[in-house]
């Protein structure tokens, strides 16, 4: 008699007779692996979840006596290494951020041993708010079902699927691994756009001895928090705009991935952060860079920052056309439009490490606490890029908590502060608060006005207030200053408890306002430029070459006095009204002599003391533009042979020296002496008088006539003035 021999098989079903049955644990109790039986080699190896296996023996009395029985080996597996995270069942997991420690990566691994038909294990990756979650793989191995617990002949019999969610939302599919088709990801960053990323691995086959997905999984989580409005379908973009936020801080991003650069080779990172106003609200941004933290770079210098590939910083203001404030100005708005439309800059500093180590040097301990660089636009828009080469910066700054920069930002010159940009003019004046704007502006609490007063060349200038006044003695009520062109310091500080300064205010000489000009690679510490009121570290502007000589002048070549006003806006609110006058010195020839060509043009009446010229025109029409200067003092011989001091004051473009009797019927009233105090009793001549008392007689006749007339009308409201009406 032949008994056909029954091949290895699983499951009680078809094994009615001798089998093994394995459990997963100590005892009977566990569950159960499998039941197996028939004769030949088994096709695979059975691994437990834990230390523990259990293996029963069961023969059956009616078994044929041909069975030789069982043989097995036992051997131990590498388990799972210790993940940090909870554990929800047998292969669920939470891995949450503060599991981790800063800047640690957390680890989880295939499954590697026995699982059932229909399995499905997952792993939440769960940071804080604002983070973001990053897994990669530093081995990854896609191998066809070797053990399967139940046959399966279609695609994907196993699967691990990436969602950008915390739950398995199937409109978030990041990517998808199968055992039949996919192309295993080694190295490569899968990261999620919130605080959570979703794992789920998937086994319609189950498995005797692990997943036919081998696996090496890295974890952590980055703070991808921004400092503005991030910009679509950019790294690192972001707005900063007025209407939101009128001041706040900023700094390189938080979320350091952003410095592993794909491609090959890798791809420059380049941030933009735009900060934009409107002049109904601001007309000025202010960008104060507070640090700067750069690496060397090991194949580029700083020695040329616009051309050098080394990590740097722009700072650039979009061209402007400040002529709109003043469409007068017809044939300068042309000619800037022109040039704006074929020459598309801005002015820019640039700032790289060497600028840094440089202002050290400079400046020594005294650096320390200082800005890098304090810059002020001259219109509604501000860019600060922010650009890092792509070969070295994953090295340099990846998972670095040093941030590259920090900065702050602030929006001021509001529409009470008026027109930001006041052109060059002979004369001029401006006034704050702008009372035009109080009708459809409410007063802010706190107010920061920056005034940019351009000068016509070779000309010096002198400010003087028509009025002033402070709501307080104390500066942080109000407080105005005057900077020039090459200092950091103001030229002239005033506020409540010193407004006595402006009394003799002294004159500006174009000497002191030349604008501050730097070629391309030259450096300038601590001065102040045409749109920094402070500027403490070595800076760079484009190459004038570069640029149009028409453009210099308008954008660079501006001699400038910048008034700036920090101030309340209490109910007892500041106010007050700043005069300009430009002074002309003629020239000398040869000889020494002055040259009077331009006498008539630029010098037609000469101040006193040689404070310089100015035209015709502002002579004897109400406004002292002459410079008021300290008497001079002489000894004089007097009748008795003595000696004694007495005091010469020089006439000016207003007194009575100047401008005769006449100006006081044009003007009613006039300065002299040169002090812009005149009265006048000084100037009114003998037929002036007989005028003046023509005019009280008749003053008198016309307030007695009044007087009449008022008692009459009393006398006749004396009478009774009740009404009977008959009923």
Same mark, same amino acid.
């Given at each position: 008699?032949?008994?056909?021999?029954?091949?290895?098989?699983?499951? !009680?079903?078809?094994?009615?007779?001798?089998?093994?049955?394995?459990?997963?644990?100590?005892?009977?109790?566990?569950?159960?692996?499998?039941?197996?039986?028939?004769?030949?080699?088994?096709?695979?190896?059975?691994?437990?979840?834990?230390?523990?296996?259990?293996?029963?023996?069961?023969?059956?009395?009616?078994?044929?006596?041909?069975?030789?029985?069982?043989?097995?080996?036992?051997?131990?597996?590498?388990?799972?290494?210790?993940?940090?995270?909870?554990?929800?069942?047998?292969?669920?997991? +939470?891995?949450?951020?503060?599991?981790?420690?800063?800047?640690?990566?957390?680890?989880?691994?295939?499954?590697?041993?026995?699982?059932?038909?229909?399995?499905?294990?997952?792993? $939440?990756?769960?940071?804080?708010?604002?983070?973001?979650?990053?897994?990669?793989?530093? !081995? /990854?191995?896609?191998?066809?079902?070797?053990?399967?617990?139940?046959?399966?002949?279609?695609?994907?019999?196993?699967?691990?699927?990436?969602?950008?969610?915390?739950?398995?939302?199937?409109?978030?599919?990041?990517?998808?691994?199968?055992?039949?088709?996919?192309?295993?990801?080694?190295?490569?960053?899968?990261?999620?756009?919130?605080?959570? $990323?979703?794992?789920?691995?998937?086994?319609?086959?189950?498995?005797?001895?692990?997943?036919?997905?081998?696996?090496?999984?890295?974890?952590?989580?980055?703070?991808?928090?921004?400092?503005?409005?991030?910009?679509?379908?950019?790294?690192?973009?972001?707005? /900063?705009?007025?209407?939101?936020?009128?001041?706040?801080?900023?700094?390189?991003?938080?979320?350091?991935?952003?410095?592993?650069?794909?491609?090959?080779?890798?791809?420059?990172?380049?941030?933009?952060?735009?900060?934009?106003?409107?002049?109904?609200?601001?007309?000025?941004?202010?960008?104060?860079?507070?640090?700067?933290?750069?690496?060397?770079?090991?194949?580029?210098?700083?020695?040329?920052?616009?051309?050098?590939?080394?990590?740097?910083?722009?700072?650039? %203001?979009?061209?402007?056309?400040?002529?709109?404030?003043? =469409?007068?100005?017809?044939?300068?708005?042309?000619?800037?439009?022109?040039?704006?439309?074929?020459?598309?800059? *801005?002015?820019?500093?640039?700032?790289?490490?060497?600028?840094?180590?440089?202002?050290?040097?400079?400046? *020594?301990?005294?650096?320390?606490?200082?800005?890098? $660089?304090?810059?002020?636009?001259?219109?509604?828009?501000?860019? #600060?890029?922010?650009?890092?080469?792509?070969?070295?910066?994953?090295?340099?700054?990846?998972?670095?908590?040093?941030?590259?920069?920090?900065?702050?930002?602030?929006?001021?010159?509001?529409? #009470?502060?008026?027109?930001?940009?006041?052109?060059?003019?002979?004369?001029?004046?401006?006034?704050?608060?702008?009372?035009?704007?109080?009708?459809?502006?409410?007063?802010?609490?706190?107010?920061?006005?920056?005034?940019? #007063?351009?000068?016509?060349?070779?000309?010096?200038?002198?400010?003087?207030?028509?009025?002033?006044?402070?709501?307080?003695? =104390?500066?942080?009520?109000?407080?105005?200053?005057?900077?020039?062109?090459?200092?950091?310091?103001?030229?002239?500080?005033?506020?409540?408890?010193?407004?006595?300064?402006?009394?003799?205010?002294?004159?500006?000489?174009?000497?002191?306002?030349?604008?501050?000009?730097?070629?391309?690679?030259?450096?300038?510490?601590?001065?102040?430029?045409?749109?920094?009121?402070?500027?403490?570290?070595?800076?760079?502007?484009?190459?004038?070459?570069?640029?149009?000589?028409?453009?210099?002048? %308008?954008? /660079?070549?501006?001699?400038?006095?910048?008034?700036?006003?920090?101030?309340?806006?209490?109910?007892?609110?500041?106010?007050?009204?700043?005069?300009?006058?430009?002074?002309?010195? $003629?020239?000398?020839? =040869?000889?020494?002599?002055?040259?009077?060509?331009? +006498? %008539?043009?630029?010098?037609? /009446?000469?101040?006193?003391?040689?404070?310089?010229?100015?035209?015709?025109?502002?002579?004897?029409?109400?406004?002292?533009?002459?410079?008021?200067?300290?008497?001079?003092?002489?000894?004089?011989?007097?009748?008795?042979?003595?000696?004694?001091?007495?005091?010469?004051?020089?006439?000016?473009?207003?007194?009575? %020296?100047?401008?005769?009797?006449?100006?006081?019927?044009?003007?009613?009233?006039?300065?002299? !002496?040169?002090?812009?105090?005149?009265?006048?009793?000084?100037?009114?001549?003998?037929?002036?008088?007989?005028?003046?008392?023509?005019?009280?007689?008749?003053?008198? +006749?016309?307030?007695?006539?009044?007087?009449?007339?008022?008692?009459?009308?009393?006398?006749?409201?004396?009478?009774?003035?009740?009404?009977?009406?008959?009923?």
């Amino acid at each position: 008699m032949t008994c056909p021999m029954r091949p290895i098989s699983s499951g !009680s079903e078809h094994c009615p007779y001798d089998y093994i049955r394995v459990y997963d644990g100590k005892d009977e109790t566990s569950p159960t692996i499998g039941t197996f039986c028939g004769m030949g080699k088994f096709p695979y190896s059975i691994i437990g979840t834990s230390e523990d296996l259990y293996v029963e023996f069961v023969s059956s009395p009616a078994g044929p006596l041909l069975n030789t029985g069982f043989h097995f080996n036992v051997g131990n597996w590498p388990g799972h290494v210790e993940t940090a995270g909870v554990r929800n069942g047998s292969c669920d997991w +939470l891995l949450n951020s503060e599991s981790l420690h800063s800047g640690n990566e957390g680890i989880f691994l295939s499954v590697a041993h026995w699982y059932p038909p229909y399995t499905s294990c997952t792993y $939440l990756l769960k940071g804080r708010p604002g983070e973001i979650a990053r897994l990669y793989f530093p !081995s /990854f191995r896609v191998n066809r079902i070797e053990s399967p617990i139940q046959p399966y002949d279609g695609d994907c019999g196993e699967s691990l699927t990436l969602y950008d969610a915390d739950w398995p939302d199937d409109a978030k599919i990041i990517k998808t691994f199968c055992d039949t088709f996919s192309k295993p990801m080694e190295k490569h960053d899968f990261v999620s756009s919130s605080n959570a $990323l979703f794992v789920k691995f998937e086994s319609k086959t189950g498995s005797y001895s692990g997943s036919s997905l081998y696996y090496w999984a890295h974890y952590d989580f980055f703070n991808a928090t921004r400092f503005g409005t991030p910009v679509p379908g950019t790294e690192c973009d972001e707005t /900063f705009t007025s209407w939101k936020e009128r001041s706040g801080k900023l700094r390189s991003p938080l979320n350091t991935l952003v410095y592993k650069r794909p491609g090959d080779p890798p791809t420059d990172l380049s941030c933009t952060y735009s900060f934009i106003t409107d002049k109904r609200l601001y007309a000025r941004v202010i960008l104060i860079v507070e640090s700067v933290n750069f690496k060397e770079h090991p194949y580029a210098q700083c020695g040329h920052c616009w051309d050098s590939r080394v990590d740097r910083l722009i700072i650039r %203001e979009p061209s402007i056309d400040i002529t709109e404030q003043y =469409s007068h100005q017809h044939q300068y708005q042309q000619q800037h439009q022109r040039q704006q439309q074929n020459n598309n800059i *801005g002015r820019s500093h640039c700032i790289c490490r060497s600028t840094i180590v440089d202002k050290l040097i400079n400046n *020594g301990p005294n650096s320390e606490g200082q800005p890098v $660089l304090r810059v002020v636009s001259r219109g509604e828009r501000l860019e #600060l890029k922010l650009l890092v080469d792509g070969a070295h910066a994953a090295a340099s700054y990846f998972k670095q908590s040093l941030p590259l920069f920090e900065a702050k930002y602030e929006f001021a010159h509001s529409p #009470l502060c008026g027109p930001a940009i006041l052109p060059a003019t002979t004369d001029g004046e401006f006034e704050f608060p702008h009372y035009e704007a109080l009708g459809y502006v409410a007063p802010p609490r706190s107010i920061k006005c920056i005034w940019e #007063l351009r000068v016509n060349r070779d000309r010096d200038i002198w400010l003087h207030f028509d009025k002033i006044k402070f709501a307080s003695r =104390s500066c942080e009520d109000g407080k105005l200053e005057i900077f020039l062109p090459g200092t950091a310091e103001p030229f002239l500080s005033i506020c409540g408890e010193n407004v006595s300064y402006v009394r003799e205010m002294p004159i500006i000489s174009a000497a002191q306002i030349i604008p501050n000009i730097r070629i391309s690679g030259d450096h300038d510490s601590g001065r102040f430029n045409m749109n920094s009121i402070q500027t403490q570290t070595h800076l760079q502007l484009p190459s004038q070459s570069s640029l149009p000589p028409d453009y210099q002048q %308008e954008e /660079f070549e501006w001699p400038t006095v910048i008034v700036q006003f920090t101030g309340s806006m209490a109910p007892a609110r500041a106010a007050f009204k700043i005069a300009w006058t430009e002074l002309y010195h $003629l020239p000398r020839d =040869s000889s020494g002599a002055l040259n009077t060509q331009k +006498l %008539e043009e630029f010098c037609g /009446f000469q101040c006193p003391g040689d404070s310089g010229c100015i035209p015709a025109r502002l002579v004897c029409n109400g406004i002292v533009n002459c410079p008021v200067l300290e008497p001079r003092s002489i000894f004089k011989n007097v009748h008795n042979n003595t000696d004694s001091l007495i005091t010469v004051e020089e006439p000016n473009d207003e007194s009575i %020296e100047t401008c005769g009797t006449n100006i006081v019927s044009e003007h009613g009233t006039i300065s002299g !002496s040169g002090n812009g105090v005149g009265g006048l009793a000084s100037v009114v001549g003998s037929a002036g008088w007989a005028g003046a008392g023509l005019g009280a007689a008749l003053a008198v +006749l016309l307030g007695f006539l009044c007087l009449i007339t008022v008692c009459k009308l009393c006398r006749q409201r004396t009478t009774s003035r009740d009404i009977h009406v008959s009923y």
